[in-house]
């Protein structure tokens, strides 16, 4: 399990090898002016968890970007997975799963619920984000059953559709999906809309007029569409002897500037202190993501952990774990905080419901408030960056099946403080199987300290003006058993040599086919984690 380009010193400071100066030097380049390299600046600490009464307020466990929630089945479980906010944030159309169905949520009073949804396909982005908080709703969505797509032709209408007006043309633009997979031979459908023309989605939508008889090989197609009628009907012509339709559906997004939903997407917060965006799966490069938070406060940070996109992230998209080890979100977070930017780390499972990523909100006693002020807490805590990641060992049985309640962990940071110009940390909450601790202090230079212990501190150094040296510092902590492997011994010494990545995927078994298998690359899933592990958000100098 020890990564050969690992951590091999035991004494800090221990700078990881992707640190290097040209790449020190031009991020540092991309600084703001109002950045905490300005004259006079970088004496104080902007602690996130500075109001936190750590001895009275409780872990609340929470989505910011969380597929599913739309039956009582689903809800159910992830009130087994001890989840007790629920902030979905579905598409197609991305509209708020929110309020919680009557009956459902006065059988259970204490959950707290929250509006979201998951925008996408904006005109100058790729970027998929989630509005936690916002009432915001965009987007359309319709599929053709999978029993209407086994015989041909498929005569489909797709109806309540807006017509495409120049003034507001991202309401009447349309995607058109279609997926077919060859059974035998070279075979092609043909395609013929009525009620719309095809267009170009990065050309401002311009027409490229009618779609008559057009033959589509296997594969995947996307047709952006205008809108000329109240309702569009297809055909879709085969042979279902050599292709068979895989998929068949009219979509929606934004078809809008990022900026520009962003802000309505403000605009419709529940609460106007609480929530914001979140930037998700981040593939894209560090220029992408500044402009971003920069624009508005309420832009709250990047997903460090996405488990549908290869956990801690590549750079390559969805499952690609071709270039081990996948760590490109982790990895930008860092280079993001190193300009001076404030910027929350979020750890999601996105559409893997079985899969592991958590946000674990720190509140107040939730007891006395009522229904609306339980909800302004949570969000809250997500605009003020009062919460930690979690991302936890998955509960099996001794066959290797991922079982209920699945990532659910008690492991938390109990103290997170700032005294005496040291950084005091304590953790809690760790299982018996897992007696092993250990508390990483992560800065711009990498990781700075390790400690073998359920306490630490790390010392805030200045330079002889008084500023602050480190630009920010972030913990880490990972609760982890005494053997590996069937058996193995893991040890202290072994765990320093490891980065996140090599840890997350520590494991005792293989798993079987079952929930946890939500990908279609097994490799991803196979590993049973068996180690906690947990992430502060930066305290960041200013």
Not at 58 to 68: A, D, F, K, R
Not at 108 to 120: D, F, G, K, R, V
Not at 225 to 237: E, G, H, P
Request: include cysteine; charged fraction near 20%; aromatic fraction near 10%.
């Amino acid at each position: 399990m020890i990564s050969s380009w690992g951590l091999k010193g035991l004494s800090p400071p221990i700078r990881l090898p992707w640190v290097n100066r040209r790449r020190l030097l031009a991020t540092l380049a991309t600084l703001p002016a109002t950045s905490s390299l300005a004259a006079g600046a970088g004496r104080d600490l902007d602690n996130p968890y500075a109001e936190v009464d750590w001895a009275a307020w409780e872990c609340l466990h929470s989505m910011s970007h969380q597929h599913q929630g739309q039956t009582d089945a689903s809800r159910d479980g992830f009130m087994v997975m001890g989840y007790g906010h629920f902030a979905f944030s579905n598409y197609y159309p991305s509209a708020p799963t929110y309020p919680l169905p009557h009956d459902y949520a006065a059988k259970h009073p204490q959950l707290i619920a929250a509006p979201n949804a998951e925008h996408h396909s904006y005109t100058d982005t790729g970027l998929h984000a989630n509005a936690l908080g916002s009432l915001l709703a965009t987007g359309y969505g319709s599929s053709v059953s999978a029993k209407e797509c086994a015989t041909s032709p498929i005569m489909h209408r797709f109806e309540g559709l807006n017509l495409f007006d120049a003034q507001s043309p991202w309401l009447g633009v349309y995607r058109l999906d279609v997926r077919l997979a060859a059974k035998a031979g070279q075979p092609t459908a043909s395609l013929t809309i009525e009620g719309a023309n095809e267009c170009d989605f990065r050309n401002r939508f311009a027409n490229k007029g009618p779609v008559r008889d057009r033959s589509l090989p296997p594969g995947n197609h996307n047709l952006y569409l205008r809108i000329t009628a109240a309702s569009m009907d297809t055909k879709l012509v085969f042979d279902a002897d050599t292709v068979s339709v895989t998929q068949y559906r009219l979509m929606q997004g934004t078809h809008r500037p990022w900026r520009d939903v962003f802000r309505e997407a403000f605009e419709k917060l529940q609460h106007p202190d609480g929530g914001g965006m979140t930037l998700n799966h981040p593939t894209g490069k560090l220029a992408d993501y500044l402009p971003m938070l920069d624009f508005d406060p309420r832009v709250l940070g990047i997903e460090v952990w996405n488990q549908l996109t290869s956990g801690f992230g590549s750079s390559r998209g969805f499952y690609d774990h071709s270039g081990e080890p996948s760590l490109h979100f982790y990895q930008i977070w860092d280079d993001i905080l190193r300009t001076g930017r404030r910027c929350w780390g979020f750890f999601v499972k996105d559409h893997n419901t079985y899969g592991r990523g958590r946000n674990v909100l720190l509140v107040p006693k939730l007891d006395a408030l009522t229904a609306t002020e339980r909800e302004a807490a949570a969000l809250r805590a997500y605009r003020r960056g009062t919460f930690f990641g979690s991302v936890a060992s998955l509960a099996a049985s001794e066959t290797g099946e991922v079982i209920a309640p699945y990532d659910r962990s008690s492991f938390r940071f109990s103290r997170i403080i700032v005294k005496d110009d040291a950084l005091h940390i304590s953790v809690s909450g760790n299982d018996p199987k897992r007696p092993n601790v250990q508390i990483r202090f992560i800065t711009d230079q990498g990781i700075a300290s390790i400690v073998d212990a359920a306490e630490a501190a790390f010392p805030l150094k200045r330079d002889a003006n008084g500023r602050l040296e480190a630009a920010f510092v972030r913990v880490e902590a990972f609760a982890y058993p005494q053997t590996h492997q069937r058996g193995q011994p893991l040890t202290a010494e072994m765990l320093r040599g490891m980065h996140v990545h090599d840890i997350s995927q520590i494991h005792d078994q293989k798993a079987l086919r079952g929930p946890a298998f939500a990908s279609t690359d097994p490799a991803l899933r196979t590993p049973i984690p068996i180690v906690d592990m947990i992430f502060s958000q930066p305290l960041r100098r200013v």
